[in-house]
């Protein structure tokens, strides 16, 4: 955000007050006004710093794993699934899960072929594991967690589902702040957003777990 010049007409002023930045400016009615700059942030769970420098004053915001992790649940945000263990987790959910029981997978099979019931005689090819490549299945929350590629919040999905919880409705659990119209509005002090850290960089005690 930058800074401003002033608290005159077409004119703005950035402050920090307490946890929250604020603007001051010069209403229609020449009325000296405030407004918040992170509204809804706390509310829907996003964390975020303030740093200040010379002419602008930089918000880190970030959101921990396990709240990033029931939003994508809640929305059915869709995850890549390890092929391995999503089969692994069908065979044992369900014998009635063909697909799983009868694609070929080396660390699990002896076998490569299958037969039908009552029909020994024949013997069928399994399907190559390759076929469950590049999935995408709505995650959840109640499901056995190693059935979706590690880590599950990646650096991109991290980001995504953070922009999702950024941008979306306040009606739908989000912060309502959409970036793209405050960059385009003249008269919004925000004036870039851009993604920091990778994963690695963002665990900082070793826990496994994002701490920025």
Same mark, same amino acid.
């Given at each position: 955000?930058?800074?401003? =010049?002033?608290?005159?007409?077409? *004119?703005?002023?950035?402050?920090?007050?307490?946890?929250?930045?604020?603007? *001051?400016? +010069?209403?229609?009615?020449?009325?000296?006004? =405030?407004?918040?700059?992170?509204?809804?942030?706390?509310?829907?769970?996003?964390?975020?710093?303030?740093?200040?420098?010379?002419?602008?004053?930089?918000?880190?915001?970030?959101?921990?794993?396990?709240?990033? /992790? /029931? %939003?994508?649940?809640?929305?059915?945000?869709?995850?890549?699934?390890?092929?391995?263990?999503?089969?692994?987790?069908?065979? =044992?959910?369900?014998? =009635?899960?063909?697909?799983?029981?009868?694609?070929?997978?080396? /660390?699990? &099979?002896?076998?490569?072929?299958?037969?039908?019931?009552?029909?020994?005689?024949?013997?069928?090819?399994?399907?190559?594991?390759? *076929? %469950?490549?590049? +999935?995408?299945?709505?995650?959840?929350?109640?499901?056995?967690?190693?059935?979706?590629?590690?880590?599950?919040?990646?650096?991109?999905?991290?980001?995504?589902?953070?922009?999702?919880?950024?941008?979306?409705?306040?009606?739908?659990?989000?912060?309502?702040?959409?970036?793209?119209?405050?960059?385009?509005?003249?008269?919004?002090?925000?004036?870039?957003?851009?993604?920091?850290?990778?994963?690695?960089?963002?665990?900082?005690?070793? &826990?496994?777990?994002?701490? +920025?």
């Amino acid at each position: 955000f930058a800074k401003g =010049e002033g608290i005159e007409k077409d *004119k703005y002023q950035l402050y920090q007050d307490q946890d929250t930045l604020m603007m *001051k400016y +010069i209403g229609k009615n020449d009325n000296e006004k =405030e407004k918040n700059l992170l509204p809804n942030f706390i509310e829907t769970n996003i964390k975020y710093y303030i740093h200040q420098s010379k002419q602008y004053f930089f918000v880190v915001i970030f959101m921990d794993d396990d709240i990033i /992790e /029931e %939003w994508a649940d809640n929305v059915d945000y869709e995850v890549p699934i390890d092929p391995v263990n999503a089969i692994r987790v069908g065979r =044992e959910i369900s014998n =009635e899960f063909d697909l799983a029981h009868n694609t070929y997978v080396a /660390e699990l &099979d002896k076998e490569s072929t299958f037969n039908l019931p009552g029909v020994d005689e024949l013997n069928f090819k399994k399907l190559t594991i390759d *076929k %469950w490549h590049h +999935i995408h299945v709505p995650f959840d929350t109640s499901l056995d967690p190693n059935i979706y590629q590690q880590p599950i919040l990646n650096d991109t999905l991290y980001l995504g589902l953070l922009y999702d919880v950024l941008s979306n409705d306040y009606k739908l659990g989000g912060a309502q702040f959409v970036a793209e119209k405050k960059l385009n509005n003249k008269k919004h002090p925000l004036t870039f957003l851009f993604a920091l850290n990778d994963y690695a960089s963002g665990d900082k005690d070793g &826990d496994g777990k994002r701490d +920025i």
